[in-house]
């Protein structure tokens, strides 16, 4: 398949990415900058022209998607527009410009996290676009039925972010385990799926 990946060089987009082309598929990567593919989720032109540069395709990764964290009582108007902007109609867009680009039968594979069903104090904005991705992505399976397929992969805390923040690995999930559950909805049939990643699959 031919499979354009939104975020490849990130902490999840990276190993996704080559655990995609592991398995035979031909990955166009994509990031915010960079001397390759490059495009700004908060802009809908800007994922317009991605899709004029990748041409026709079998499936869309999104593992980017920035959403801001802060308590209600912190965060200002431009923290919750840039979340809802950025990981919310980001990925909205993708799927939205995405169906003149993907053949029929592909699918897109979005993300949002942990926090979209269990929020935390200090996650209001990174809980309501996670939780909307969700229920966007159900709802469009239904829409696209037999045409496209829309699935979110749910990531607990990833090992690596985890390190990163100066924590122990666990209880997280490390980044080449994560890159099994989108590679699943890849491969797999179904549609309107909301799949929790917290552990690895075995
Ligand atoms: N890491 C975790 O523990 C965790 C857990 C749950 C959910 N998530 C979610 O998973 C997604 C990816 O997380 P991550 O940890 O892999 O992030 P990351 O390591 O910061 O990587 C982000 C990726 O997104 C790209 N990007 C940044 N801003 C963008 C924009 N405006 N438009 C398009 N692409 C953009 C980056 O490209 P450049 O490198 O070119 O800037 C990079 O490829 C996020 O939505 C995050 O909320 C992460």
Redesign the pocket.
Known sequence: MRILV?????????PLSDALEARGHEVLR?????DGL??????PE?IGALYEATGSLDGVV??????RFGALEDLDDEGFQESLD??LM?QVNLVRRGLATVEEGGSFTL?????SQTPAPGTVA?SMV?AAVEMFARAAALDLQGRFRVNVV?????A???VKAGLQPMP?IW?KDLAEYYVDLIEGDESGLVVNAEAAKS
């Open positions: 939104v975020g490849a060089t990130g902490t999840i987009g990276a994509a990031g915010s900058s960079g490059t495009v700004d989720l908060a802009d800007s999104c593992a980017a998607g920035v959403a950025n990981k980001g993300t949002s996290g942990g926090l990174v996670g749910s990531p607990g805390w990833v690596e972010s985890r997280g980044a």
